[in-house]
């Protein structure tokens, strides 16, 4: 916290941790099906039936 | 992941975690999830830590209804915080819902409403983003989390309406809680928890 407070580190946590941890989409957790779910897709349904 | 404020009354905290009920639970099929972390709880540690309590003579804590209401939402909070961050994880995270929707609700009925105003929120970012691996972060917090001062994890007590987050000033520095019985904890012994840095 010292070292964002004092501007060495970002406080955007995406930047804390792309460019300032050197963090890759190989190290991070993720939404395992990244945000492809059955019911966005079928959001625009008027049944909305999967939100049932 | 959570500590339960299980304590004796004198102070000791024991600490009972929820990362069963965090992802576990969460994640678990539904075909193979025989009950909920609420009634896993309910049947092997609450009623177990009550039938302790009466053996010795002893009375509940005073926190012990928030214990119990906590059963029907911390663990959904965290969950969602946890998603919130997930970057911050080395662990895939999805959204609950889908099949899991429905039974999230008979199982969860005091504030599955809440929550899965919550995921609404989500599930429009994604669908205003679109899919995919370039659009992590687009679908992810921006801001520090911040961490109680006690137990140390971040602050998701409460509910999505009622924010139990507190801030309390000793010795001149601010400590945030994320809840009454963390700070009454802090408060029984500050000089053993003062100095405590978040790692």
């Given at each position: 916290m010292k070292r964002v407070l004092s501007g060495?580190?970002?406080?955007?946590l995406p930047n804390l941790l792309?460019?300032?941890?050197?963090?890759?989409p190989d190290t991070w957790g993720k939404d395992v099906h990244n945000g492809d779910y059955e019911w966005l897709r079928a959001w625009k349904d008027p049944a909305r039936s999967l939100l049932d | 992941m959570r500590n339960t404020w299980l304590t004796n009354g004198s102070g000791e905290t024991g600490a009972i975690f929820d990362f069963d009920g965090t992802l576990d639970r969460l994640l678990t099929a539904l075909d193979q999830r025989p009950y909920s972390f609420k009634e896993f709880m309910e049947e092997w540690i609450i009623d177990q830590f009550l039938r302790t309590l009466d053996e010795f003579g002893l009375e509940k804590p005073w926190y012990w209804n928030l214990l119990v209401d906590e059963l029907d939402i911390y663990h959904h909070m965290i969950y969602a915080s946890a998603y919130s961050y997930?970057?911050?994880?080395?662990v895939q995270f999805c959204d609950?819902?889908?099949?899991r929707r429905k039974w999230l609700r008979q199982k969860y009925p005091k504030y599955w409403d809440d929550m899965d105003a919550v995921w609404e929120q989500i599930s429009e970012r994604w669908r205003t983003?679109?899919?995919?691996?370039?659009n992590e972060f687009a679908v992810h917090g921006t801001a520090l989390p911040t961490f109680c001062d006690?137990?140390?994890?971040?602050?998701?007590?409460?509910t999505p309406r009622k924010n139990t987050a507190r801030v309390f000033v000793h010795d001149g520095r601010k400590y945030i809680f994320c809840s009454e019985p963390c700070q009454w904890i802090f408060l029984h012994e500050p000089e053993r928890y003062a100095n405590h840095r978040i790692s």
């Open positions: 060495e580190a970002p406080a955007q792309t460019e300032y941890f050197n963090l890759t | 997930r970057a911050t994880f080395m609950p819902r889908s099949s983003v679109g899919p995919g691996p370039a006690l137990c140390q994890l971040p602050l998701s007590a409460g």
